[in-house]
C-alpha cells in the first residue's frame, strides 16, 4: 500500500511538470530574459581580527614542540629525520626500502638459527667430514654393536654421528621385525612407504626429517638437542618391539 501511495505521488509529479515544460518550448512563444540589476555587495574580511585571533591562545591547535629535550631524545629525532629525509628521496627511497626488507629477512633468518641451535660456522665453510668407521652393507649392519658405537660418538661429542647410529639402529630393528626390507639400494623413502601402522609411518617420518637435516645437511648439533632426538629415537624403537 505504502509502495503504491509513492508511486502515485510522483506520477502526479510527472504530470504536473510535462505541460509546463511542453507550454515553455512550444513553437511561436520567445522566452523572454530579464536582466539582474541587483547590485553586490563585496564584503572584506576584518584583518584586525583575524590577527587578534590568531594571538589568542584558545585558536593556536599547533602542539608546542619540547625545549628540554635529551641528548638521547635529540639523537633519535635527528636520526629519524635523516631517515626520513632519505626515504622520501625520489631516488635512494626505493633502494633504501630494499636494503631494510633485507636486513629484516636476515634477522628473521639469524633468529631461527639461534633459536634451533645450530652452530652459524656452519655458514662459514664446509663443515668438517665426519670419519664413519664401517659402512654401510647388508652384511656388516646386523653386526655393528650399536650400544657401543653410539657410546663412542656420545664420548667424543660426535653427536651428528650418533644420531646417524641411532637411525641405522631404528632401520635394523624395523627389518628384524619385518616391517620393512632393507637393501643398501633403497632409499629413505623407501622404507617409509614399506612401513603400512599410521602411527608408526608418522613417527618414523619425522625421524627420517631429523636425520637428513643434520647428517646430509652437516648442520651442527649441541648435547641439548642430541638428547631430545635420542629421546626421540629411543621411544619409537621402544613401540616398534
Known amino acids: 500500500m505504502y509502495r503504491a501511495l509513492v508511486l502515485l505521488v510522483l506520477l502526479g509529479i510527472s504530470a504536473a511538470c510535462f505541460p509546463a515544460a511542453a507550454q515553455a518550448l512550444a513553437p511561436g512563444k520567445e522566452a523572454l530574459i530579464k536582466n539582474d540589476s541587483t547590485r553586490l555587495e563585496l564584503r572584506n574580511f576584518d584583518q584586525q581580527k583575524i590577527q587578534q585571533y590568531k594571538a589568542e591562545k584558545e585558536f593556536l591547535y599547533e602542539e608546542a614542540a619540547r625545549i628540554d629535550l635529551s641528548y638521547w631524545e635529540r639523537f ?3 636520526f629519524w629525520g635523516l631517515f626520513d629525509g632519505v626515504v622520501s628521496n625520489e ?3 626505493g633502494v633504501l626500502k630494499y636494503l631494510v ?3 629484516a629477512a636476515g634477522l628473521i633468518v639469524f633468529a631461527v638459527i639461534k633459536f634451533a641451535g ?3 660456522k656452519i655458514f662459514a665453510g664446509k663443515a668438517k667430514a665426519v670419519d ?3 659402512s654401510e652393507s647388508p652384511d656388516n649392519i646386523h653386526e655393528i654393536n650399536f650400544n657401543e658405537e653410539i657410546d663412542k660418538a656420545v664420548a667424543a661429542a660426535n653427536y651428528r654421528l650418533a644420531v646417524r647410529l641411532f637411525y641405522l639402529k631404528s632401520l635394523k ?3 628384524d621385525r ?6 643398501p639400494e633403497k632409499t629413505n623413502q623407501n622404507y617409509i612407504s614399506e612401513l603400512t601402522d599410521p602411527d608408526k609411518k608418522k613417527v618414523f617420518t619425522a625421524l627420517t626429517m631429523q636425520f637428513e637435516y643434520i647428517w646430509y645437511g652437516e648442520f651442527f648439533i649441541d648435547r641439548e638437542h642430541f638428547i631430545e632426538v635420542k629421546d626421540n629415537f629411543e621411544r619409537f624403537n621402544l613401540a616398534a618391539r
Open 178 to 183: 619385518a616391517l620393512i626390507d632393507w637393501q
Open 173 to 175: 630393528l624395523l627389518n
Open 91 to 93: 631516488y635512494s627511497g
Open 76 to 78: 633519535w629525532r635527528w
Open 101 to 103: 626488507m633485507l636486513l
Open 132 to 134: 664413519v668407521p664401517y
Open 118 to 120: 645450530l652452530d652459524l
